[in-house]
């Protein structure tokens, strides 16, 4: 294989170029991943609060009942 003024040889160097690439691709993705991992934890902390709410108002409803009758 020719060598190149550094030292390596010009597969290396496309070897190189791919790998970095391929990096690239794999930071979006994981960023991606990251983005829905937030948007998905951001959901559940507001289902989980609606919850809370709804059984706080049950609760509230139930012993207002219980004082009227």
């Known amino acids: 294989m020719p060598y ?7 597969a290396s160097m496309s070897e190189e170029k791919a790998t970095r690439g391929a ?3 794999d930071a979006i ?3 991606l991943v990251g983005f829905l ?3 998905v934890s ?8 609606q919850q809370v709410r709804a059984i ?4 509230r409803a139930a012993i207002r009942n219980a004082k009227c009758s």
């Open 37 to 39: 991992a937030l948007c």
């Open 42 to 49: 951001g959901y559940t902390a507001y289902m989980q609060r």
């Open 56 to 59: 706080v108002w049950a609760a």
């Open 4 to 10: 190149n003024s550094v030292g390596g040889t010009i």
């Open 23 to 25: 990096s690239r691709y």
């Open 29 to 31: 993705v994981a960023t």
